[in-house]
């Protein structure tokens, strides 16, 4: 660091505490080349200065639910405390000559895995409280280009929030990026005295190094009635959060009716479903899902119990045309550890693994597919499973936790072997499927699942393997996470 000239002072202001309990204090430092000395407002709240390299410490700088004053967040000084639980402040400048000109702006992933850089200015002044969102490094070093409109999930834990100081509806969350824009949000369940979760839409991924803040403390903002809908727009065909009920978060709202319940997931709550109960849920006939796109991608969590029943259990399946039958369009199952398949006559049977089935052309008995290997998703531990079914591509591709581990499609009849899909369609039909079914095959004939499932998607859509691995981050819970409270 430069030594500061001898003569130079500086003044410092910061606000202290939180609600009415409000102390302001001032700190004088005449800083030499043998150190600095400082002066303050006595009754300061335990304000030191050490010489030379300027470190600060007191009792409101520690704490990961202390309240700052946004004015006062870069004042030359080395500070412990709240932005990172005892390391340094990610607003920290160096200072050279009396002014803040040497700023550390780049990414910081090895501090906090947020970002290091001066605060922008206030979005707007009637939103009185704001937090910094620190994204998972993870999502900066996603390789093989820009992911343009992502979708990503925070969840706020119980106690994170005064209650007192934000909407009861959650109407006055806003996520702003450093130039001021707003960003898209779905509120999926909103609970100032409880536990929160909201989709947040990034306009790319890998993230650029500025910051986001989340502001909130407007009684009179009302939320963008299209937010939802816009986080959620086009290649996605439906989203099912399961927040208690079965609607669809996209415009196409392809709400569920059925007798599953729900319970604690990885995200909120997730749909669960029981085989001796035959719980499914239904989605009507008339939809667009696996129709006239070249591709479809399924994913959601997935945690089974034991599918001891029949083997194996649906967690999606979008039916044909026909009113019956199992000749799927795309179906992904589930195979419980009392499974008996034998995979195409290759022993050992498939056992705790993922299933995928396709059949562009709609012919009885014209399915094809492809599977993981056996012991890839235990009973009882969440798993994030995607399948990719690529019509035109005449290929299946399985995904566990944003990792490959099934495809290319196993040859019918071919005693095991693999190789491309032999359908003649190049696309989905164009007809609407006769049935869609969550946890249970289409007819509800048969593969009934048992176990949880939650943040279940369709896209129409082959999703890229950079963009399954940057998504099994995105919907972990922990993708994102809030910094301290700043008030205006």
Known sequence: MAERPASEQRVSSRRYGKGAQTVFSWIVLVCTTAGCSSSG???????????????????????????????????????????????????????????????????DAAQTGGYDAAPGAWYDASFTRRRRVTIDPGLSSIQGGALADFPVGLVIPAGTIDAASVRADGGDIRFVDAAGHVLARDLEAWDPNGVSVVWVNLPSVPVPTTPIYMYYGSPGATANPTDRETVWKAPYAAVWHFSGKADDATSNHYDGTGNATFAAGKLGQAAQFSAAQRSHIAIGPATSLARGTDAVTLSGWEKTANIAPTGWGVVLGIGIKAPTGDTSRAVIDIWGKNSLYTRGAQPPPLYEAI??????????????????????????????VTAVFDAKGKAITIYTDGVQVGGPLVIPGGGGASGPGTWKSSTFSTTAPGQVQIGAQEDLSHGFYDGLVDELRIESVARSPQWVAAQAIAVSGNALTLGMEERM
């Open 41 to 107: 407002e006595p009754g300061s709240p335990g304000l030191s200065e050490a010489g030379g390299g300027g470190a600060t410490s007191g009792g409101a700088s520690s704490g990961s639910s202390a309240t700052v004053d946004a004015n006062a967040a870069a004042d030359g000084t080395a500070q412990s405390g709240p932005y990172d639980g005892g390391q340094s402040d990610p607003h920290d400048v160096t200072q050279t000559d009396g002014h803040d000109a040497a700023q550390t702006g780049g990414y």
């Open 355 to 384: 299933y995928a089935e396709i059949n562009p052309d709609e012919v009885g008995g014209g399915w094809e597919f492809a599977h993981s290997p056996i012991n890839t998703v235990p009973a009882g531990v969440w798993h994030y």
